[in-house]
């Protein structure tokens, strides 16, 4: 079964940047939700933005103004942009992917709704 597959993670100090990747090679960007969520210890896993097939983006509210998604389609690429990061944005982020259903619904930063997940890349973010 395809798999995304995450990488791009590290440790920077608080209002440092860092760029994610996720090969979605097994999935197409037409068809399929495909996002980015994160999990720190001891929490639920948080949607931090999901794109849908017109390639419109949904950003939660805690990385509004500082992350952006963008596609490399022919590569099959996800990438996400981390900037001005902070403590609280310490956590293992994945990328997930779901196809769309026939009656087309619209993409949610909900984790339940995906099926198809990464092992995940840690970031590490110090004061």
């Known amino acids: 079964q395809a798999q995304p597959v995450e990488s791009g993670g590290g440790s920077v100090q608080a209002g440092g940047s860092l760029r994610l990747t996720c090969d979605v090679a097994?999935?197409?960007?037409?068809?399929?939700?495909i996002g980015w969520f994160r999990q720190a210890p001891g929490k639920e896993r948080e949607g931090i933005v999901v794109t849908g097939n017109e390639g419109s983006a949904i950003y939660g509210d805690s990385v509004k103004g500082r992350f952006i998604v963008s596609r490399d389609i022919p590569k099959k690429i996800l990438y996400l942009q981390m900037n001005n990061l902070q403590p609280d944005d310490t956590a293992r982020y994945y990328c997930?992917?779901?196809?769309?259903?026939?009656?087309?619904?619209?993409?949610?930063?909900?984790?339940?709704?995906?099926?198809?997940w990464g092992e995940g890349t840690q970031v590490t973010v110090s004061e």
């Open positions: 997930a992917a779901q196809i769309v259903p026939w009656n087309n619904p619209p993409c949610r930063l909900v984790a339940g709704d995906y099926r198809n």
């Open positions: 097994g999935f197409t960007f037409s068809g399929y939700c």
